[in-house]
């Protein structure tokens, strides 16, 4: 069974300062998708990132920047110089095909909380 | 990406009642999905909805509790059944472009509901 896990629940930091947060999952699968979402306080998800299992380049994108390392599961988001519009909840997210017609199980990781500090 | 809508953003409901939740796709789209997060939690899928069928549920979640309609590539409700205050969570609508596991799933904006 496949399985996200995002050790680290809450993270404060002060604004500027860059933070990363971690990622592991597990899958059987040779084939797979991972994501990051953001859930701000209002609630709604959006999307971040696509990563699938046979790109491990690294990915940049402004202030945000993600390390896809297949030799330790790890899918880690880092975000550089940090500002309060930051604090949000992020989640990883893995993406398996299920099924022999390849539909879609995602599973999602409990979440990590960031509160960016003015 | 997909815009997504749901209604109602939020509510309040009396424990017993039932509340349906609509989610609009400003598109066609093959694959509806329908999650639960409950305070402080990740999501958890409750069941996949495509035009056309039954909808598909996780284990642990029921079509008597959560039925769900999907009737065209545009629209579907989920309704949640004679709630409790367990009930109490934010419900998500998401839509993925294909029925592979490749697609991204967008978010619509949740429907927060508390459960007295």
């Known amino acids: 069974a496949q399985k996200v896990t995002q050790a680290q629940t809450e993270i404060s930091v002060v604004e500027k300062e860059d933070v990363t947060l971690d990622c592991v999952y597990e899958t059987r699968d040779t084939t797979y998708y991972l994501f990051w979402y953001k859930q701000p306080p209002s609630g709604e998800l959006v999307f971040l990132i696509r990563?699938?299992?046979?790109?491990?380049q690294n990915e940049i994108s402004g202030r945000y920047s993600w390390n896809f390392q297949k030799s330790t599961s790890s899918f880690n988001f880092t975000i550089t110089a940090s500002q309060v519009v930051d604090s949000a909840v992020y989640f990883c997210?893995?993406?398996?095909?299920?099924?022999?017609?390849?539909?879609?199980?995602?599973?999602f990781g409990i979440g990590t909380k960031l509160q960016v500090i003015p | 990406s997909a815009v997504i809508s749901q209604k109602p953003s939020r509510d309040i409901c009396q424990r017993g009642t039932s509340l349906t939740i609509q989610c609009q796709v400003d598109?066609?789209?093959?694959?509806m999905f329908w999650y639960r997060q409950q305070p402080g939690q990740s999501l958890t899928l409750i069941a996949t909805a495509n035009q056309g069928s039954e909808a598909t549920y996780e284990s642990g979640f029921v079509i008597d509790k959560f039925p769900i309609s999907r009737p065209n590539l545009t629209f579907s409700t989920l309704t949640v059944s004679n709630m409790s205050p367990e009930d109490s969570s934010i419900y998500l609508c998401s839509v993925g472009g294909r029925r592979t596991f490749t697609d991204t799933q967008y978010f619509g904006p949740g429907t927060r509901l508390t459960v007295l």
């Open positions: 990563r699938n299992s046979f790109d491990e």
């Open positions: 997210a893995l993406s398996e095909a299920r099924g022999s017609g390849g539909y879609q199980k995602v599973t």
């Open positions: 598109s066609q789209v093959t694959m």
